[in-house]
């Protein structure tokens, strides 16, 4: 009986650790009042919702992608606001650049504070914002090990 009660409490302790290990992948996003953008309206009517796997990211060194486009933003416009200064002012967010026109944001890049890694360098993490024409609207959150420059480079590449 010894040796099951050993065995078990060896397969618990190294459940226990694995869970520990991927803590921060696992709830990096769910920390944000976005998150709460994809999980409610990712599945509406006029709303495209992309995740790309960490397989088609690695050659850009970003862990996680997940965007979420609205054909007609205006009745989901104040909470998606709401969200983003949340964020901004809760998770300390870094201002990268921010474009307000009569009052209204149309273009949000926000870094927010990186998540540490034991083994590896920190995770950096991104929320982006575009309000485009005729009320279409793309949210973005990445993860990655990328600093703010690298990310702009990677965005604006032609």
Not at 6 to 17: D, V
Not at 27 to 34: G, K, P, R
Not at 74 to 96: H, S, V
């Amino acid at each position: 009986m010894t040796n099951i009660n050993q065995y078990m409490k060896r397969i618990i302790g190294i459940l226990i650790t694995v869970c520990l290990l991927n803590t921060s992948e696992i709830f990096a996003q769910t920390d944000l009042c976005i998150s709460s953008i994809f999980r409610d309206f990712g599945s509406q009517k006029g709303v495209t919702m992309v995740e790309l796997s960490k397989d088609m990211l690695k050659s850009y060194n970003i862990e996680f992608y997940k965007s979420i486009t609205f054909k007609d933003v205006t009745p989901y416009l104040p909470i998606i606001m709401q969200c983003l200064d949340e964020d901004r002012l809760n998770n300390k967010a870094r201002k990268i650049q921010e474009i307000v026109d009569d009052g209204t944001v149309i273009s949000a890049y926000y870094q927010l504070p990186a998540i540490n890694n034991k083994d590896r360098k920190p995770l950096k993490r991104y929320i982006l914002y575009k309000l485009g024409a005729k009320n279409k609207a793309t949210l973005v959150y990445i993860e990655g090990y990328l600093d703010s420059d690298e990310m702009i480079r990677m965005l604006f590449k032609q």
